[in-house]
């Protein structure tokens, strides 16, 4: 009885463990390793606006949001509209870094995820959003 249950355990763990490798080799088969994502302050954010490298300052807010005030340079694609995103952000050079950002943090995190999906290879975060911007 005892090596009967034996065998049952090491069954299930054999088989959580062929689980595990399956699941992180279909995870890496996009054929590149995850776009580096990072989080910024809004004083890391304005430094790495102002250093001058090429990239592009996306706010993903609804237009309503953007008109009533974004930073500078900002272009305009909205997460909550799926079509216009993917459409959007497939026009884009995904060697570019991105810098994004929303009203609080947590569409630009959504954001983040789905242009890794989409292959773009450095993404900026400003944390706290908008709402961080602003406040003096």
Not at 46 to 71: A, C, F, P, S, W
Not at 81 to 93: K, M, R, V
Not at 116 to 131: A, N, V
Request: glycine content about 8%; hydrophobic content about 40%.
């Amino acid at each position: 009885m005892f090596s009967r249950n034996l065998i049952i355990v090491f069954g299930l763990f054999l088989f959580a463990a062929l689980s595990v490798t399956v699941a992180c080799q279909t995870s890496n088969r996009s054929g590149h390793d995850a776009a580096p994502y990072e989080v910024l302050s809004k004083k890391s954010f304005k430094k790495q606006l102002e250093k001058g490298e090429d990239y592009i300052l996306v706010d993903v807010r609804t237009l309503k949001e953007y008109r009533e005030g974004h930073i500078e340079g900002a272009r305009n694609i909205d997460f909550l509209n799926p079509t216009e995103f993917e459409a959007g952000f497939s026009e884009l050079d995904t060697t570019k870094a991105i810098m994004i950002y929303c009203r609080s943090g947590n569409r630009s995190r959504k954001s983040a995820a789905k242009l890794q999906e989409m292959g773009f290879r450095k993404i900026y975060d400003l944390e706290g959003g908008y709402t961080a911007w602003a406040d003096k």
